[in-house]
């Protein structure tokens, strides 16, 4: 598999779980929720994917597996997160922008996080960007570890259940769906994006005035 077909395979939530199955689902949300490098990889979209699929009997694992092993992957994720800019974030200050890092992106979790404080980490799961940014700063500023750590848990629990069974009752309820999965997948990006979008605005005018 060439690089190219790595890339397309990896922002295609049906394919990411039909080919590489749980592990590679485990892999992205780890990599996702703390990595800068995974901050562009479709973690609404292949949790909600993920239930649908599995619903549909088109992914034969438990239900119940996927809640706990991929809980567990988003908050070892964000905890990986934390670590790197308690001890390695401000490097990203002056690191040379490229397609997987933007300054724009720790700025937008900058002003997410200093507006909403440790909630920050609950509400930012569910916005591309903000969800990989926000544990770094909270590591970059010191944030109490013992609430960091209540706020991961808190955060990646709720994040995952509903996104995971938002897909899969759907499923359950209206098997059909399966057919129209890309539609659902666009419908879900569209809404995610806006509040980032709006956020990432918001703190540019700010910044001007």
Known sequence: MGISDLYHLLKDPEQIVQTGGLILILLIIFTENGLFFGCLLPGDTLL?????LCS?????VSIYLLLVSISGAAFLG?????YFGERA???LLHR???FFYKHKYLDSAQAFFERHGGFALVMGRFLPIIRTFAPIFAGMTKFDYSKFIYYNILGGTVWVFLMLLA?????LFI???ASYIEYLILGIVIITWIPVVITYFKERKRLQK
């Open 48 to 52: 909600f994917t993920t239930g649908l």
């Open 56 to 60: 549909t009997g088109n992914f034969d």
């Open 78 to 82: 964000s905890s990986f997160g934390y």
């Open 89 to 91: 974030g401000k490097t």
């Open 96 to 98: 040379k922008e490229n």
């Open 167 to 171: 897909g899969y009752f759907l499923g």
């Open 175 to 177: 098997p059909e769906s």
